[in-house]
C-alpha cells in the first residue's frame, strides 16, 4: 500500500512518529511536510504579525505551498491513501482537484487535537470535511459532534505512544542529577497546572516544570524549579525516568480527557499520577497500574504516599508499561487498528 503522508514531520513531531511506524509497518510512505522546516524556524522562532493575525482569524498561511505541492507529488507518487494530519491549510478547491483527478484515492483526516472546537479548525478545514473518507480523532465525544460538520466518517481512536521510543532507561549517576526530581512535570503552562503545582510546593514539596510558558513563575516559590525549556526526543525520555513520580494534567480548552503523555510515561515506565477522568479508567487501573486525583488534597496526599512507598510506586510503573505492551496502546497497534477502518 502507497501512503502520501502530509503533516509535521519535525524531529520532535508525533506526526514524524507516525510517519515512521507506517514504514516499519510495510507500507510505502512518502511525506510532504505542511509546516516550516526546524531550521528555519529556529531562526525566527516568533512568526510574523501578518502570520499570526491570519491564523487567529481561520485563514492560516501556506507557508510551504502545501496547495500546489499536492497534486505534482500525487500524480509523481500515485498513493492509495492520502494522510492529512492536522494540517489546516490546504484549501476546499484542492481537494476538489484532487477528487477528480484520482477518484480511487482515499482521503483521511487524523488529528490528536479536538477539531469540533473552532479554535483547532482554521476556515479552510471546515470547509473540507465532507470531503474526507474518514476522519480519525482521539476524542470520543467528537463521533457525535463532528457529523454536524458534514463529516461522513468518523473514528475514535485513542492516543499512543512509540514502542521504539517510549521506553525505560538505565540513567547514569551525572545524568540523574541533571534530570532527575521527586516530582515533575512536562508540558506548556496553564493556570490550573500552575495552581496544583504551588499547592504541593506550599505543602513542601518539591516539584521540577519543563515546557514553555513558565519563564514569569520562575521565582514564585523556592520548592518550585521552574525550568522553562523544553525537553524533547531522548531528553524526554530521561526526565520521565529520571522523575519518581510524574504528573500528567489535561489541556481543558481540548475538553481532554485523556492526553499523549497518558501513555508516553506509562510506556516508559514512569510512575504516573493523573487527573481522574472516564477516559483514564479506561486506559489503566486506579492503583495498579498508574494513580488518580481529583482534587488538589488528593494530588498531594498521594503524592506523599508514593514518596514514602517505593516499592508500590515502582510496582505500579511496571504494571502501567505492561498494560501498555498488552493492551496494543503503541503507534504500531493503533495504525494497523486505522488501516483496517480505511480498508475494512
Known sequence: ??????????????????????????????????????TERSQNNRPSIWSRIRHKIGYP????????????????FQPDVLWIEKTN???????????????????????????????????????????FDAVFTTKPRNVKELPKLGVRRVV??????????????????????????????????????????????AHGIKVRVWGKGWQKYQNKHPNLLVEAKLVLNEDFIKVINATLINLNFLRKINRDRHTARSVEIPACQGFMLTERTD???QLF?????????????????????????????????KAGRQRCLDSGYSHHARLQFIFGKIFP
Not at 476538489?96 to 482554521?122: C, G, L, T, W
Not at 492516543?159 to 545524568?175: C, D, G, M, W
Open 156 to 201: 475514535c481512536v485513542f492516543k499512543a505512544y512509540n514502542q521504539s521510543f517510549h521506553r525505560p532507561i538505565v540513567l547514569s549517576t551525572e545524568e540523574q542529577t541533571i534530570w532527575g526530581a521527586d516530582v515533575s512535570f512536562v508540558g506548556t503552562f496553564e493556570e490550573d497546572r500552575y495552581e496544583k503545582m504551588l499547592f504541593l510546593a
Open 89 to 131: 491549510t490546504v484549501f476546499l478547491s484542492t481537494y476538489k482537484k484532487i477528487r477528480q483527478a484520482f477518484p480511487q484515492i482515499k482521503i483521511v483526516y487524523y488529528s490528536e487535537d479536538d477539531i469540533y472546537m473552532p479554535h483547532n479548525r482554521s476556515a479552510y478545514l471546515t470547509r473540507s470535511l465532507p470531503i
Open 1 to 38: 500500500m502507497k501512503v502520501l503522508f502530509v503533516g509535521d514531520l519535525s524531529s520532535y513531531a508525533r506526526a514524524k512518529q507516525r510517519f515512521e511506524v507506517m514504514q516499519e509497518l510495510g507500507y510505502l510512505v512518502k511525506g510532504l511536510s505542511s509546516v516550516t522546516p526546524e
Open 61 to 76: 498561511l501556506d507557508s510551504v505551498n502545501i496547495n500546489e505541492k499536492l497534486i505534482p507529488a500525487l500524480t509523481n
Open 285 to 317: 487501573e486506579e492503583g495498579k497500574e498508574t494513580e488518580f486525583f481529583d482534587s488538589q488534597e488528593e494530588l498531594l496526599s498521594k503524592v506523599q504516599y508514593y514518596l514514602e512507598n517505593d516499592k508500590n510506586r515502582l510496582d505500579i510503573a
Open 279 to 281: 477516559e483514564h479508567s
